[in-house]
């Protein structure tokens, strides 16, 4: 199995900057993409982007321009960053990895980021 413990949540400002971590650990040795979900109060869960191990990166069209998804392979951690935050952004955000060798997806807990105007 893969756990994922993401950080960098909580309160912040509107306009204010956002960075997440996800750090895996467990059965990584194959993890393929990684990737970072929000899901908002009455939403869904959405797919904000993902990444390769490889560093192709993809982006949900609404969240494009915003986010930016970044990797370090050598320390099986994934990163979310924005800047201008909006209530909008309001949510719960999730990491998940994929990892065929270890059966499939992974998520993590799930971090609260609250943006207040």
């Known amino acids: 199995h893969v756990q994922l413990v993401e950080s960098g949540g909580g309160t912040v400002q509107a306009g204010g900057s956002l960075r997440l971590s996800c750090a895996a650990s ?40 915003g986010f930016t998804i970044s990797r370090d392979n050598a320390k099986n951690t994934v990163y979310l960053g924005k800047n201008s935050l909006n209530p909008e952004d309001t949510a719960v955000y999730y990491c998940n990895a994929e990892s065929a060798c270890a059966g499939g997806d992974f998520w993590g807990q799930g971090t609260q980021v609250t943006v207040s105007s």
């Open 26 to 65: 467990g059965h990584t040795i194959c993890i393929s993409a990684m990737g970072w979900y929000r899901q908002a109060p009455g939403n869904e869960r959405e797919l904000v982007a993902a990444i390769s191990n490889n560093g192709t990166t993809v982006y949900a069209e609404s969240m494009k321009g």
